[in-house]
Every structure is written in C-alpha cells, then in structure tokens.
Nanobody, 114 residues
C-alpha cells in the first residue's frame, strides 16, 4: 500500500490549509485512515482518524479547528485545518491501518508563521 500526501505549505496564523492523501495498492475496504504530525525531536502523534466503520476522532489540541473527512470510494482522506496556530507547525503524515498492516505517506510540511 502506498500513500501520497499533498497540500502542505506556509500559512499565516489564523489561516487555513487543506491536506489530501490518496492510498493505492492493496487497500482493504475496512480500514482506519488518519493524520499524524511530528514536531522536531518528538514522536509522531495522532491528529485525527476516521474509521471506515465509524466517525472521526480528534486530538484535543485540534478539536473545533480541524476537520477530517474521507472518500472511501477513492481511498482518500482529507484534513481541513482552520484557525492555524504557530504551534501547529509540524510535518504531517497520512496513515492507513488495515488488516495487512499500517502504512505511512511521505509527510508534508505545514508551517504557520507570520
């Protein structure tokens, strides 16, 4: 399974960005797709996940500002980020977890700065 993420970039505080990720290869219909982020010197942490059988779930730090959505027919997951803060600056990774394992995209840099 391969994942390709896009949509990162530089944005001012209070701005918005939309991340997209598409999974290809042996994607199983029952899966969890999500977004994680990694700050310098720290481990990757969950931002938001969306199960094929359930609804979205968010880290407390992004609730009310970020929205995860998915298009299961196209094996895509999105992260709409609003009211961005400098502390949201990180490398964002998309992930898919399914019966065959957990797979990661290449990461996309999000920088929130004036």
């Amino acid at each position: 399974v391969q994942l390709q993420a896009s949509g990162g970039g530089l944005v001012q505080p209070g701005g918005s960005l939309r991340l997209s990720c598409v999974a290809s290869g042996n994607v199983v219909s029952m899966n969890v797709m999500g977004w994680y982020r990694q700050f310098p010197g720290e481990q990757r942490k969950v931002v938001a996940i969306f199960s094929s059988r359930g609804g979205p779930d968010y880290a407390d730090s992004v609730k009310g500002r970020f929205t995860i959505s998915r298009d299961s027919a196209k094996n895509m997951v999105f992260l709409q980020m609003e009211s961005l803060k400098p502390e949201d600056t990180a490398i964002y990774y998309c992930n898919i977890w399914q019966s065959t394992g957990s797979y990661w995209g290449q990461g996309t840099q999000v920088t929130v700065s004036s």
